[in-house]
């Protein structure tokens, strides 16, 4: 995991970050990585491109939004 420990994200309550920016930016691959690298923010969606959406709520189950 490159710099996700030091981003700005840490801080915001809401967070949308796609699945491959999170990859090309933290080198974290998946849902799961990037939540657990982002533990902080109440609602973390995680853009899939044309797989749809993951949403994360802290302390709640994954929900995945299809096209």
Do not use: H, I, Q
Not at 15 to 28: I, N, P, Q, S, Y
Not at 43 to 61: F, S
Request: charged content about 20%; some cysteine.
């Amino acid at each position: 995991m490159r710099a996700a420990a030091g981003c700005s994200a840490r801080g915001a309550d809401l967070v949308f970050v796609g699945e491959d920016e999170a990859e090309d930016a933290w080198g974290l691959s998946g849902p799961a990585a990037v939540r657990a690298a982002l533990p902080e923010p109440a609602v973390l969606v995680v853009k899939r491109g044309g797989a749809g959406a993951v949403v994360l709520e802290r302390g709640g189950p994954a929900l995945t939004a299809s096209p």
